[in-house]
């Protein structure tokens, strides 16, 4: 009896377990995601004790009233891709079993996934018991859309409109599923709001099943707006999750009446000064930029719009420049206003205007003119500044005081505003001749020397030369350059020096007569190889050059005592052959021992005046100087 239950029992466990080992299992992914275009692997994994004997592949569109429909059916030894469907031809099946683990794995492959491809695939599973199982897997397609463009309202959009104005569009096409679209205003997301904003989606499906999005922007713009950047922002599904892009942003153009006047020069700083030219500009706040009126007390100016220029400026162009708009849409005025001061500085005005002074007398000049700004004054003579004040005071005057003198205003904030005047004083009285008669160098091509003479005087004076040689015959004058100075007059002659004579420069006027003279002497060197000394005065007379000693001032002494040691030795002798009467001649000693046979190339020219003797070296003479010997033969 207990056999048989046993046997009973182990045969019960054996069909329980041939049953469980039996049953089919089938796992598949809930949802797989795809891009459009791509290759797909759907896999579906079965558990079976027993290796498939049957595998059909069928779809089903997302309705609910749809019916599954096969695509691919599979039994040993038979493989049937379904004629007909959209599948054909796009899909292939594999197909592996392990015995050792009662697993097997069916992937279908379908290629260049397209949109009607979003559907469920279900994979059924058949043994040799007959037992199946089923899973289900929903495939989904994704498109990235396109970049997307704004396309900008091109014409302005006033601040006065009554609602929300259209900005712009932004248009983002082929995508899927919809992207959808939000818009920028400086980073700031811009939503529907009453009066103020408005955003109109508009959607299009593509005849491929690809959407485009079109969103309208309308706002109630404001002057800000004039600066802000727009840009729209897409969000839309890829397999790997949620993606953005931004278009680039843009400017809109916005309408505004204008509130606020201002003008500007084209000059750093308004120094103006008469002469000069100016540029005036208007500049409104409004946009677009409104009709600019430009008025100067209450008369209406020609001017190019904005622009004003004022040319050769005067001191009448001074006053309030006034620049007004009107909009023609408000009714608004807007004025602004600069004020220009032209600077001036008139003719200077000194008085006297020329004086003629007796010496000794004081003289008041006055320089004054009439100036917009403060001005420096500073007189000058003869080029340099004497005094720094209006007034110029001239105390005993003398003929130095005589001369040009000039008044120069200039205005210290605006250097170039500046004038001068001159005027010239005479100093009255009888002539003075200056520093003598001047001797210049000789001419060495027709042995002429020039004589000049310089007297000061008012009126000027009147110059003239008398001029005799040794035996008071009058001498010929060559040339004779007269000219009148600031404060007398010049005279410069040129004579022959080839003789020795005497020179008389007289100035004269109606107060009186001054003569100078000056003897000019012949005599001759003892040697032919001198050559003329530099002038060592300013009125041209030459001296010889001192030639260094080269031993002490000892020697020199030394020197000159042996000298008039000798010299008085030989007067005697010549006293006592005088006495006894011995010398060729009697002549009371007036013949000149001294002096030697002359060169026709070396004769120097002597010229006296008063007490002092300057020497000057003429080349060239017309005859030889006799020896004493020679003199006496004669007599």
């Not at 408000?330 to 010496?359: F, R």
């Not at 003929?399 to 005479?426: F, N, W």
């Not at 046979?597 to 300057?614: L, P, R």
Request: hydrophobic letters at 35%; proline letters at 5%.
């Amino acid at each position: 009896m207990a056999l048989r239950h046993i046997t009973l029992l182990l045969a019960g466990l054996h069909v329980l377990i041939c049953k469980t080992w039996a049953k089919v299992e089938v796992n598949m992914e809930d949802r797989m995601k795809v891009y459009l275009n791509s290759n797909v692997e759907i896999p579906c994994i079965y558990i079976s004790g027993e290796p498939a004997l049957t595998i059909v592949w069928s779809t089903k569109l997302p309705s609910r009233d749809q019916v599954s429909r096969r695509i691919y059916y599979y039994d040993v030894p038979n493989e049937i891709i379904d004629e007909g469907t959209d599948y054909t031809g796009r899909i292939s099946v594999r197909h592996t079993h392990d015995n050792s683990i009662g697993q097997g794995i069916i992937i279908l492959t379908i290629e260049k996934v397209r949109l009607s491809d979003e559907r469920e695939f279900i994979c059924t599973v058949h043994n040799v018991s007959t037992e199946h199982g089923e899973g289900h897997t929903q495939l989904q397609v994704f498109n990235s859309p396109s970049i997307p463009v704004i396309v900008v309202t091109h014409t302005g959009i006033s601040v006065n409109a009554m609602g929300p104005s259209k900005i712009a569009d932004c248009i983002v096409n082929n995508g899927y599923p919809r992207p959808n679209i939000t818009w920028y205003r400086d980073r700031f997301p811009l939503q529907n709001t009453d009066g103020v904003v408005k955003i109109m989606d508009s959607v299009i499906k593509n005849p491929s099943g690809l959407f485009t999005v079109e969103s309208g922007l309308f706002i109630k713009v404001v002057r800000d707006d004039e600066n802000a950047k727009f840009y729209c922002e897409v969000n839309y599904f890829v397999p790997e999750g949620v993606k953005m892009t931004e278009s680039n942003p843009v400017n809109i153009t916005v309408y505004y009446p204008t509130t606020e006047v201002t003008l500007s020069t084209n000059l750093n700083n308004l120094l103006l000064k008469e002469g000069e030219t100016v540029e005036i500009r208007c500049k409104g706040n409004g946009n677009p930029p409104p009709l600019f009126t430009f008025k100067h007390k209450e008369e209406v100016l020609a001017s190019e719009n904005d622009l004003l220029i004022l040319d050769n400026l005067k001191r009448s162009h001074s006053g309030t420049y006034e620049c007004q708009t009107f909009d023609l849409y408000t009714s608004q005025e807007a004025h602004g206003s600069i004020n220009i001061e032209v600077h001036y500085l008139d003719p200077v005005v000194v008085t006297p205007e020329e004086m003629v002074l007796d010496q000794g007398g004081d003289l008041t000049l006055t320089c004054n003119a009439l100036s917009s700004l403060p001005v420096f004054t500073a007189w000058y003579k003869d080029g340099m500044q004497v005094w720094d004040k209006h007034v110029l005071t001239l105390h005993n005057a003398s003929y130095d005081t005589a001369g040009m003198y000039m008044c120069e205003l200039t205005v210290r904030v605006i250097p170039k505003l500046q004038k001068q005047k001159s005027v010239q004083i005479h100093v009255r009285g009888k002539p003075n001749i200056k520093e003598g008669i001047a001797v210049g160098l000789v001419n060495t091509v027709d042995q002429s020397v020039n004589l000049t003479c310089y007297a000061q005087g008012y009126p000027f004076p009147n110059m003239s030369w008398d001029l005799s040689d040794q035996h008071s015959q009058s001498v010929p004058i060559l040339n004779v350059e007269d000219h009148e100075t600031t404060n007398g007059a010049v005279s410069m002659i040129t004579v022959n020096a080839t003789s020795e004579l005497i020179a008389n420069c007289n100035a004269s006027n109606e107060f009186g007569t001054t003569s100078v003279s000056r003897n000019i002497e012949v005599f001759a060197r003892g040697t032919t190889t001198t050559t003329n000394a530099p002038s060592t005065k300013a009125t041209g007379i030459t001296v010889s050059p001192k030639k260094r000693q080269k031993g002490g001032s000892g020697v020199a002494i030394a020197v000159i005592i042996i000298c008039l040691f000798l010299l008085a030795i030989l007067g005697g002798v010549l006293y006592f052959l005088y006495k006894k009467g011995r010398l060729p001649c009697g002549r009371s000693g007036k013949q000149d021992f001294t002096k030697e046979k002359a060169s026709k190339d070396d004769i120097v020219m002597e010229m006296k005046s008063g007490k002092s003797e300057e020497a000057v070296l003429l080349q060239g003479v017309n005859g030889d100087q006799k020896t004493p010997t020679e003199q006496c033969d004669e007599d």
